[in-house]
T-cell receptor, first 115, second 109 residues
Framework: GAVVSQHPSRVICKSGTSVKIECRSL??????MFWYRQFPKQSLMLMAT?????????EQGVEKDKFLINHASLTLSTLTVTSAHPEDSSFYIC???????????FGPGTRLTVL | KQEVTQIPAALSVPEGENLVLNCSFT??????LQWFRQDPGKGLTSLLL?????REQTSGRLNASLDKSSGRSTLYIAASQPGDSATYLC????????FGTGTSLTVIP
């Protein structure tokens, strides 16, 4: 069964609103989770590393004040897209680190459309 | 449901060798295929993106091919280096992302 869940799977919102995406680890605790996004016809790119109990580490070019990441518990990380614009429309995926060379567990993704 | 398999699961080669990683998928209705590198404790690094209409992409020592009809992709790494040691993932984009099972590569100095 699924190890990582995301909610919602799809969301459509108006420009200027904020959208929260949840990423849950369904089995073991997840100290580290990752957030990715993919724009149409482009590669899936890492946005940030979410660490439980501390501030997220953002990749270069990702605005931390626009993409708020909260990892308040060992099983939940949230990504909030604040004041969303149409250019934020994208596919967002989270994953859970398993440690070592084991492949990460990936969520099913959230498709965000900003009108 | 789409299934993505990678062979081999683990590979160990001496430095300097050329190597091929394989990725197969069951549903050819994909938009694109991507190859990633995963280092311990780190997020994925995108290596190559092949759109469904393309057959291959190259970046430096890496070359990826796509045969959509047979549901296969290969990642060719030329002149391997110890720094190439990592887990390599392929992923296909259909109605959602489907990630492969990964190949753990070790390049021995």
């Amino acid at each position: 069964g699924a190890v990582v869940s995301q909610h919602p799977s799809r969301v459509i919102c108006k420009s200027g609103t904020s959208v929260k995406i949840e990423c849950r680890s369904l089995d073991f605790q997840a100290t580290t989770m990752f957030w990715y996004r993919q724009f149409p016809k482009q590669s899936l790119m890492l946005m940030a590393t979410s660490n439980e109990g501390s501030k997220a580490t953002y990749e270069q070019g990702v605005e931390k004040d626009k993409f708020l990441i909260n990892h308040a518990s060992l099983t939940l990380s949230t990504l909030t897209v604040t004041s969303a614009h149409p250019e934020d429309s994208s596919f967002y995926i989270c994953s859970k680190d398993r440690g070592g060379y084991d492949t990460q567990y990936f969520g099913p993704g959230t498709r965000l459309t900003v009108l | 449901k789409q299934e993505v398999t990678q062979i081999p699961a683990a590979l160990s080669v001496p430095e300097g060798e050329n190597l091929v990683l394989n990725c197969s998928f069951t549903d050819s209705a994909i938009y694109n295929l991507q190859w990633f590198r995963q280092d311990p404790g780190k997020g994925l690094t995108s290596l190559l993106l092949i759109q469904s209409s393309q057959r291959e992409q190259t970046s430096g020592r890496l070359n990826a091919s796509l045969d959509k009809s047979s549901g296969r992709s290969t990642l060719y790494i030329a002149a391997s280096q110890p720094g190439d040691s990592a887990t390599y993932l392929c992923a296909v984009m259909g109605d959602q992302f489907y990630f492969g099972t990964g190949t753990s590569l070790t390049v021995i100095p």
